[in-house]
């Protein structure tokens, strides 16, 4: 058994889904979420967007946000405001 702590940090929060009394609200979001967060996006960033599916577009000031989404393919679409 591995200890949480022995996990680098990147893996964490996925390593967090492993746990079996660990109860998570939507799985798949965060999943997704992670799998955005691996790829570069922030990880608060990317449960915001993923949450927001359904949503026409998603709207930030936060160029780098904006960047990384349109490069993931990331749904909805994010709208950078100047």
Known sequence: MTLLHEVPR???????LGIEHI?????DAVTV???FFNKGMD????????RSN????????????AKRAETLGASPAVELLQ
């Open 10 to 16: 990147y893996q964490r929060p996925r390593a967090l």
């Open 23 to 27: 109860t998570v609200e939507d799985r």
């Open 33 to 35: 979420a992670l799998n």
């Open 43 to 50: 990880l608060a960033d990317a449960l915001h967007l993923v």
């Open 54 to 65: 359904g949503a026409a577009k998603f709207v930030t000031f936060d160029r780098k946000l």
